[in-house]
């Protein structure tokens, strides 16, 4: 395409913010959702990962059919996004259908608006690096960090105790000194067993230092 037709296509563009290209957010944050032994699948932000288009059932709780009806405002319909708001921020995962799970806290399903974006390229476009990395900027961890910081926020008690801003300092702090001790693949999870002594010594100084002693690795 020459430099003119560039041009032409550049100045036809209309941009959007992102909510205005949003015809629906199931939003069932504000209150701890009541679990049950069996039922349907309570999906948590550890079950949203960018490497799969669909969620993934890890160490998922359940719910009852009873509170699957009465409890929640609203739930994900196929073709939906599900949306990580904490934790790891901003990994996304499609609705399949039919859907055999319930959402509740640290998460949204966006619904996209089809009148002005394919849903599946909104999709794509939220998966790709460059937005993936304009969240982790934002976010202002580096990738050590945010694995750190990721792991740390899946833990309820410790949201609860610490909150987000100080979660996110611990993650800075233990990252840094993790590093010097141990040799970790940050972008798999299950690494974080592979921590040595004295890397697990320095992760429980610094919780106790802040004021959270149960161990989030």
């Known amino acids: 395409m020459s430099k003119k037709g ?4 550049s100045s036809s563009l ?7 290209l949003l015809k629906n957010v199931v939003d069932n944050r504000g209150k701890t959702c009541p679990t049950a032994d069996s039922g349907i699948p309570l ?14 059932y890890e160490k998922v709780r359940y719910i009852s059919e009873e509170t699957y009806k009465t409890w929640f405002r609203d739930h994900p319909r196929p073709g939906d996004m599900i949306f990580v708001l904490k934790g790891t921020p901003g990994r996304v995962a499609w609705v399949p259908d039919p859907v055999d799970f319930c959402i509740a806290q640290d998460m949204v399903a966006i619904r996209a608006d089809e009148g002005k974006i394919f849903p599946k390229y909104l999709f794509a476009v939220l998966i790709s690096d460059t937005i993936q990395q304009q969240i982790e900027v934002q976010l202002g961890l580096s990738k050590e960090e945010l694995a750190f910081y990721g792991a740390l926020s899946e833990n309820d008690s410790a949201v609860e105790v610490l909150g987000d801003d100080k979660l996110r300092i611990i993650a800075v702090e233990v990252a840094e000194k993790v590093k010097a001790n141990a040799t970790i ?3 798999i999870r299950e690494s974080k067993g592979k921590v040595d002594g004295t890397g697990k010594k320095n992760i429980e100084q610094i919780q106790v230092s802040a004021g959270y002693a149960a161990k989030c690795y």
């Open 14 to 20: 209309k941009y959007e913010t992102f909510g205005s």
């Open 6 to 9: 560039e041009a032409d296509m």
């Open 43 to 56: 999906i948590a932000t550890n079950c949203v990962v960018n490497n799969s288009l669909y969620p993934i």
């Open 185 to 187: 693949d940050w972008t």
